[in-house]
Nanobody, 120 residues
């Protein structure tokens, strides 16, 4: 059982910055890949970025160079620094932790989501 609590969303102007935080509780957190997904109205949920406990990262092409994901294994926290925000970044952002559950499946845990709105 893993519980995720996220914070840091809000309203920001285009070109501005936000930092989202997520803290995980449970056992074996270092076995999980942690990251951020987002979902805009009428669109599918998509990966923003994720990171392993060893520091290996993946980013969506749309955020490369603007977003930076980081992880603190000591506090079981994951962060994403979002710079140069664009209106198309507006979405509900969800913290995620996952690990394999079998050869064709994985176990996912999700935070409650935090709204990010980029608008003038």
């Amino acid at each position: 059982q893993v519980q995720l609590v996220e914070s840091g969303g809000g309203l920001v102007q285009p070109g501005g910055s936000l930092r989202l935080s997520c803290t995980a509780s449970g056992t074996g957190i270092r076995l999980y890949v942690m990251g951020w997904y987002r979902q805009a109205p009428g669109k599918q949920r998509e990966l923003v970025a994720d990171i392993t406990s060893g520091g290996s990262t993946n980013y969506a092409d749309s955020v490369k160079g603007r977003f930076t994901i980081s992880r603190d294994n000591g506090s079981n926290a994951v962060y994403v620094q979002m710079n140069s925000l664009k209106p198309e970044d507006s979405a509900v952002y969800y913290c995620n932790a996952h690990r394999p559950r079998g050869p064709w499946d994985r176990l996912d845990y999700w935070g409650q989501g935090t709204q990010v709105t980029v608008s003038s």
